[in-house]
C-alpha cells in the first residue's frame, strides 16, 4: 500500500501542530513555519491545510497572532479517519476500478478479495491509533525541525 503525498503531507501537518501549540504571546504555528520545518513547497501544504480545515481537523486563524492549531485535542483525532479523508481511493488494483476494469480474469479472479481485506486491515490498524499516539517524542520532532531551521 502507497499513500498519497497529499496523506502524507496532511499527516506531517497534524505532527506539527501535534507539537507546537500557541507560543505565549498566542501566536499560533504559522503554515510558512511548518513548510520550512519539512522543506516542503508553501503552495502543496497550503491546499493541504485548507482541505484539514475543511475536514475539522484543524482551524485556520487569521490576523496578528493567525495561523493553524488542531481543532481537537491529539487524542480524538483518528489517524485512519485522517487518512480515509485525504487518500482520493483505495483502488489497489485495476480490478477495484469497475467502470475502467479491463483484466479479462476479473470473473473468476479471488485475489481482489485477498488484497481489499488486506486494505482494510490496514485502514483497521490505523484506526487504532490516534494522533498522540505517534506523539509520544516531542523533544526528538522539535530537535529534528529545529536543526532542518535554525532561529
Known amino acids: 500500500m502507497h499513500l498519497t503525498q497529499y496523506s502524507d503531507y ?3 501537518i497534524l505532527l506539527y ?3 507546537n501549540q500557541p507560543s505565549p ?3 499560533l504555528p504559522a503554515l510558512l513555519d511548518i513548510s520550512n520545518a519539512y522543506g516542503i513547497s508553501f503552495n502543496h501544504l497550503s491546499k493541504v491545510a485548507n482541505q484539514l480545515s475543511q475536514l475539522g481537523f484543524v482551524i485556520a486563524q487569521r490576523g496578528r497572532t493567525g495561523g493553524l492549531r488542531l481543532a481537537r485535542p491529539p487524542e480524538q483525532i483518528c489517524l485512519g479517519d485522517v487518512v480515509r479523508a485525504t487518500e482520493p481511493n483505495f483502488r ?3 480490478c477495484f476500478e469497475p467502470e475502467t476494469n479491463q483484466c479479462c ?3 473468476a479472479c479471488h485475489l481482489m478479495g485477498a488484497l481489499n481485506e488486506a486494505k482494510d486491515a490496514f485502514l483497521s490498524t490505523l484506526d487504532r491509533y490516534t494522533l ?3 506523539l509520544t ?3 526528538e520532532l522539535v530537535q ?3 536543526r532542518k531551521n535554525p532561529r
Request: charged share 25%; proline share 4%; no cysteine.
Open 144 to 146: 529534528i525541525w529545529n
Open 137 to 139: 517524542n516531542k523533544s
Open 10 to 12: 496532511a499527516l506531517r
Open 132 to 134: 498522540a499516539d505517534v
Open 25 to 27: 504571546e498566542g501566536r
Open 92 to 94: 489497489i488494483v485495476e
Open 105 to 107: 480474469i476479473t470473473p
Open 17 to 19: 501542530l501535534g507539537v
